[in-house]
């Protein structure tokens, strides 16, 4: 297994370009997390799925989208990107919202810069 | 406002040197309370969960405790290989969703 792979693992965007970074894991989890990692502070949520074709939002969604076609994959689309989205990204899955079965497994990141 | 607090920011230890790492959490209700470890350039990666107060989990020079306010991750005689920041997360009732603290970047010193 494979586990959560996201790619790329480091990307420089200019100011309103946009981009879509890709996540995809192969255990069968129907529960689905992005994340971003900013210096000195926590994990903030941006978005998450409980499954194929359904999607929230978390602490930030403001200026990602995110869609969930398929149990593997969940792509985080930035639309216009700004400094303020410098940041470092991860994916995450769970195989069940069941508290007593539930862990988080991580992706490796990827590194945005928007300059 | 579900928060959860994790000190000191930092710790530098010497190889052998025991001590513990806090965690404390204000959550209308707690649905699990996670460890990871993080390495440079890395995902966190699972240790351990918690769900009610009184347990207890162990790994290897790790052991983690819960009480009704906070959690503790005990580091018994630490090797430079422990060396990673060490991050706490909350499961909130009701939802899917985790609130992380920001971490203790742990040193240990050969």
């Known amino acids: 297994n494979a586990g959560v792979t996201q790619t790329p693992k480091f990307r420089i965007l200019k100011i309103g370009q946009s981009m879509t970074l890709q996540c995809t894991q192969d255990m069968n989890h129907n529960y689905m997390y992005w994340y971003r990692q900013d210096p000195g502070m926590g994990l903030k949520l941006i978005y998450y799925s409980v499954g194929a074709g359904i999607t929230d939002k978390g602490e930030v969604p403001n200026g990602y989208n995110v869609s969930r076609s398929t149990t593997e994959d969940f792509p985080l689309r930035l639309e216009l990107a700004a400094p303020s989205q410098t940041s470092v990204y991860f994916c995450a899955s769970s195989l069940t919202g069941t508290a007593r079965r539930e862990k988080l497994f991580f992706g490796s990141g990827t590194q945005l810069s928007v300059l | 406002e579900d928060q959860v607090t994790q000190s000191p920011e930092a710790l530098r230890l010497q190889e052998g040197e025991s001590s513990s790492l806090n965690c404390s959490y204000t959550?209308?209700?707690?649905?699990?309370l996670f460890w990871y470890r993080q390495d440079p350039g890395k995902g966190p990666e699972f240790l351990f969960t918690?769900?009610?107060a009184g347990e207890e989990k162990e790994k290897e020079r790790l052991k983690a405790t819960l009480t009704k306010k906070e959690s503790f991750l005990h580091i018994t005689a630490p090797k430079p290989e422990d060396s990673a920041t060490y991050l706490c997360a909350v499961g909130t009732p009701g939802t899917y969703k985790y609130i992380f603290g920001t971490g203790t970047r742990l040193k240990v010193l050969a």
């Open positions: 959550v209308s209700g707690l649905r699990g």
């Open positions: 918690l769900y009610s």
